[in-house]
């Protein structure tokens, strides 16, 4: 999913860009994203800031704080699932992607924010996980149908 | 802000565990609580109620239908580390006050 898929998708109507240093801030309902940052890396700050409109509550502007942080993960979660879904992970793998670069442009987002998801997804499944008729392997990440 | 997120942000304010609220909504568990916080679950008209008496507010506050929330409730930054430069505190005022000025409008 791209950037401006993700914006017609989150039906939000306060979604902004702005002349700002900080990448990406959430208040009440309201989205900023910065304006000097690339199409790939507001894709994955839109999607953590869709991801505190939908899970977070409160001021967690202090991260030196353990709840905020907490609330902080949570939201970088939703946003992993959201642009790197398993299923989609299958849907690349179809089309014969074979290498970083391309499977960074099937998803558009940055690398390192690739890296986070596949980690994500091995902290939780571990090794490998099944979906659809397939085996996802996280280390090294490989794919195989189940016949 | 939804209901449910009205909740769990009052709740917290008072500084109140979900089985605190639990007891004092009658209900017997936590996790129910922790359903209706999520979303996952819906209340009724004189659950409504029981919520607004034990978090101190008013039902219609509860339901959002007071738009008395001049204040900024939710707030949070893509940021990689702990501390704030001087700048950035500036823009997120400025951000809260693009955001109040928002709300406004509606």
Known sequence: MTYEELIIESKLDHIYELDMSIKGLYCDGVIGISKHIDSKEKNCILAEELGHHFTTVGDILDQRIEENRRQEEIARRWAYRKLIPLEGLIDAHKTHISNLDEITDFFSVPYDFFFNAIQYYKNIYGLFTFCDQYVIYFEPLSISQIY | ?106
């Not at chain 2, 922790?34 to 101190?56: C, H, M, P, T, Y």
């Open chain 2, 1 to 106: 802000m939804k209901v449910n997120k009205r909740i769990k942000f009052l709740r917290e304010k008072l500084d109140m565990t979900q089985e605190q609220l639990a007891e004092k909504t009658g209900y017997k568990t936590r996790s129910a609580i922790n359903k209706i916080e999520a979303g996952l679950r819906d209340i009724n008209q004189s659950q409504i109620v029981s919520f607004a008496k034990a978090l101190n507010v008013t039902p219609s506050y509860l339901m959002g239908w007071e738009e008395r929330e001049e204040e900024i409730e939710t707030i949070a930054a893509h940021h990689d580390s702990y501390e704030w430069t001087e700048e950035e505190l500036d823009e997120i005022e400025k951000f809260k006050e693009f955001v109040k000025m928002k709300r406004n409008q509606k």
